[in-house]
């Protein structure tokens, strides 16, 4: 039996097919808006803001705030500007106490002792969408653990930062090819140098090259350096079994108060440690009077705490020429995103994981 099928019928067909394809697409199209991640819109202007100082410039009035919610955490509501040359990122947050000297060796009970941890907030960029699970989980896909050095006094370990690792298969060239660029605010240091800690999140090259390591490690590395790191901790011994003592103190005069930030200037060796007192202060941090060098410095920033609150804000190239880092291109003809995720301490807490949200451009001038 053959079956005839009029041109008229055909194109009833035909209209209703594409009716049906138009329908679901629409219906993709409004599901994936409804469940995108929280969008952050970087406004073009002409010339970028300040970063820095008592109060944040004006110019940030241009730019939407967008809240960012982390599970166990205050929200971080973004605001985002650009130039030609420049990103601009401001962050805003909740914290009940300025924590910004981190980890004040404190002595007690015949032992030296770390405090907590300073305040800091991390971005992390996916570059070419090649974290896998990133655009729907944000920094969650990474496993995040204190990273410590053992210790033989009271005080059990003294915690060095924390790793941020992804396990990867040695045979996936996919998985292998994960990076992300972090940016690292401590807000402590970051205020003293006026910069935040350019990283990358990649593959550990020593374990991968090594034919006993089955799997592999990607890690956070600071990015390339030119000279010296600015900042020295001090604790005696860092690299043996037992760094639980603090290895430099104050000239005569200096307080953890009056002196929080010392320079290798301000401190001298302990030459005899039976002279502390029950609640002496020393600190962990002592600052070279440098700055990061090299593509690691390439993050301008600043933090501003005020009335139970902090400001954050940052600045970059949005091309730095540098391999370690994202690019970002606005387009003249339309809006570009690309996927980025917050982690933020707060009140000495451990670092809580954000989720994923999008940094949007909107068309740049022609």
Excluded: C
Aim: no cysteine; net charge positive; charged share 25%.
């Amino acid at each position: 039996m053959v079956f005839t099928v009029s041109r008229r019928a055909w194109v009833i067909a035909t209209i209703i097919l594409g009716a049906i394809v138009a329908v679901g697409v629409a219906a993709y199209t409004i599901q994936w808006f409804l469940s995108r991640p929280p969008t952050v819109v970087a406004r073009y202007v002409s010339k970028g803001p300040s970063i820095g100082g008592s109060k944040s410039d004006p110019l940030w009035n241009k730019a939407t705030p967008q809240a960012v919610k982390i599970e166990s955490a205050p929200d971080v509501v973004f605001q985002a500007l650009y130039t030609k040359e420049k990103v601009f990122i401001r962050a805003v947050y909740e914290d009940a106490t300025k924590d910004d000297v981190s980890q004040i060796w404190t002595y007690g009970n015949g032992a030296w002792t770390n405090g907590r941890a300073g305040d800091l907030l991390v971005l992390m960029f996916n570059i070419n969408d090649s974290v896998k699970g990133f655009d729907e989980r944000g920094s969650k896909v990474i496993t995040l653990e204190p990273k410590t050095k053992r210790d033989v006094s009271p005080g059990g370990s003294l915690q060095l930062g924390w790793s941020f690792y992804i396990n990867a298969d040695k045979k996936d060239k996919t998985s292998l090819a994960q990076r992300a660029d972090v940016w690292f605010m401590g807000v402590g240091v970051s205020n003293k140098l006026g910069q935040a800690v350019d990283e990358v999140f990649q593959i550990n090259p020593m374990r991968s090259r090594s034919p006993y390591v089955l799997s592999t490690l990607i890690e956070v590395y600071p990015d390339a350096l030119t000279g010296s790191w600015p900042v020295t901790i001090n604790a005696r011994d860092i690299h043996k079994l037992a760094p639980g003592q603090p290895r430099d103190m104050y000239r005569i005069g200096g307080t953890i108060e009056t002196l929080p930030y010392p320079k290798v200037t301000d401190m001298i060796p302990i030459t005899d440690y039976a002279g502390f007192k029950n609640g002496d202060n020393l600190p962990f941090i002592i600052f070279k009077g440098e700055s990061w060098r090299g593509s690691v410095g390439d993050i301008e920033a600043h933090a501003r705490w005020e009335k139970g609150r902090w400001t954050v804000e940052m600045a970059r190239k949005l091309d730095t020429r540098h391999g370690d880092d994202i690019v970002f291109k606005p387009d003249p003809s339309g809006t570009v995103w690309y996927y980025f995720s917050p982690l933020v301490r707060t009140d000495g807490q451990r670092v809580r994981q954000g989720p994923s949200a999008i940094l949007e451009f909107e068309p740049a001038p022609r």
